[in-house]
């Protein structure tokens, strides 16, 4: 006869799956969850983009878990924390970790893997969080107002700068927001406040103006680089007409041969598009593409890899950095592309290699989701309708082929005035025999 300890029930059946596979985390993400594991599929795409190179942030690249190559930095916080503490009493210490400790879960919840941040117990993810939040604070107090070290210099810099703007590697603004005004209570008197300070890191050559982003909306760091290309979007008025995706745009070599004309976007948005007919004096009217100025450094497709993937997990309705990318991927195919909006001003090339640029926009909305409803819709049909035109590409080729420069331009005209000037002498000669 079965023992009653070995019949299988639903309850034991539970109990055994439970027990292999769920150590009490909690399995989904929380309110307030805004730091994400980048998507399977986009990572391996990229590894190498999502994946900090010399300084971990955060549970999700604890070295606990890479000790190998990220313990290094870890004595640089040690440092960093010796620093700071200079700069403020053992209360204020007391607060700081007061606060923390207070917040604990909160923090937690702001990170979808919870497997992650569960295995770390209360008194290890306390340190982590105050040793990462000095560290950075006090790397940005540096940055602004010296002293400055050997982590203040490039490459170095550049590298720490890249590894605290990807996903994987966060800690909430608010934290570091909070940790900063309690130990400095009246900022504005020696320092400025911590988002100023964050933009001052990042952003070194832009006016707050341009940034136009308060504390308030900012999640994280990554958080910030959207908000900074995106934010002055939502001020442009929204296109009107029929909305949809972007689909089957001719690359810009094809849009130039039909008599587009390229022409850089000095306004502040760096997503901002637009296709619109153009009056030059003496020249006519003539339809431009208005592109905003894109630097292609080292590090580009790193940062738009993690705005990016911050789009897909946080704001799947608003994917405004994707669609423009969508939008570039379509207009560059070849490495001539590339050079046309290297030449109109557009790409700024700090690579050197126009085929390179071309592989990153071909390959940055690979395993990417857009959004239902593209801003661009109403350009695209409008690049299309121009394409589509013949007329437009007889113009483009008279221009072109008679029109060039302003010698070809003249010449074209000398010759026709003279074709018209022996015409008429001839038909007068005629006249006078008749």
């Not at 999700?60 to 010796?82: G, S, T, V, W």
């Not at 923390?100 to 969080?129: A, G, H, P």
């Not at 153009?278 to 100025?293: A, M, R, S, T, Y």
């Not at 608003?318 to 790409?347: A, P, Q, R, S």
């Amino acid at each position: 006869m079965e023992k009653e300890e070995d019949k299988i029930t639903i309850a034991s059946i539970k109990k055994c799956k439970e027990d292999r596979i769920y150590g009490g985390e909690k399995l989904e993400p929380q309110r307030g969850c805004c730091i994400y594991r980048v998507p399977k599929g986009l990572r391996k795409i990229n590894k190498e983009a999502y994946t900090p190179k010399v300084i971990s942030i955060g549970p999700l690249h604890h070295p606990h878990h890479r000790k190998n190559e990220l313990a290094d930095m870890e004595k640089q916080k040690i440092r960093y924390q010796r620093e700071f503490s200079k700069r403020i009493t053992d209360e204020t210490w007391q607060e700081l970790i007061h606060f923390v400790d207070l917040y604990e879960q909160t923090i937690r919840n702001c990170y979808e893997d919870t497997s992650c941040t569960f295995k770390l117990k209360k008194f290890d993810f306390i340190t982590m969080i105050l040793y990462d939040a000095v560290f950075i604070i006090e790397l940005f107090l540096r940055s602004c107002f010296g002293p400055r070290d050997f982590l203040l210099v490039t490459p170095r810099l550049t590298l720490i700068s890249c590894d605290l703007q990807l996903l994987e590697n966060q800690l909430p603004f608010f934290v570091l927001n909070e940790l900063y005004r309690l130990a400095f209570p009246n900022p504005e008197i020696r320092y400025p406040s911590f988002f100023d300070l964050s933009c001052n890191f990042f952003f070194p050559n832009k006016q707050l103006s341009e940034i136009g982003v308060g504390i308030e909306e900012v999640k994280h760091f990554t958080d910030l680089t959207r908000h900074f290309m995106t934010k002055k979007l939502y001020q442009l008025q929204e296109p009107t007409g029929s909305r949809g995706t972007v689909t089957d745009v001719p690359c810009a070599v094809k849009l130039n041969e039909s008599g587009v004309k390229f022409k850089c976007n000095e306004g502040e948005c760096s997503l901002d598009v637009s296709f619109k007919k153009v009056k030059k004096l003496c020249l006519g009217v003539h339809d431009e593409l208005q592109i905003p100025k894109i630097e292609v450094y080292d590090e580009t497709e790193l940062l738009f890899r993690n705005v990016m993937a911050l789009e897909q997990c946080h704001y799947p309705f608003e994917t405004h950095v994707c669609h423009f990318i969508d939008l570039m991927d379509l207009l560059v195919n070849t490495k001539e592309d590339v050079d046309l909006l290297v030449e109109k001003k557009i790409i700024s090339n700090n690579v050197g290699d126009s085929a390179t640029i071309t592989r990153m926009f071909n390959r940055l909305c690979l395993q990417i989701t857009l959004s239902p409803y593209s801003r661009y819709y109403a350009v695209s049909e409008k690049l299309k309708k121009h394409y589509g035109n013949g007329w437009n590409h007889t113009k483009a080729t008279l221009k072109s082929v008679y029109f060039s420069n302003l010698w070809r331009g003249t010449g074209t005209i000398a010759a026709f005035l003279l074709v018209l000037l022996t015409l008429i002498q001839t038909v007068c000669s005629i006249l006078q025999f008749l």
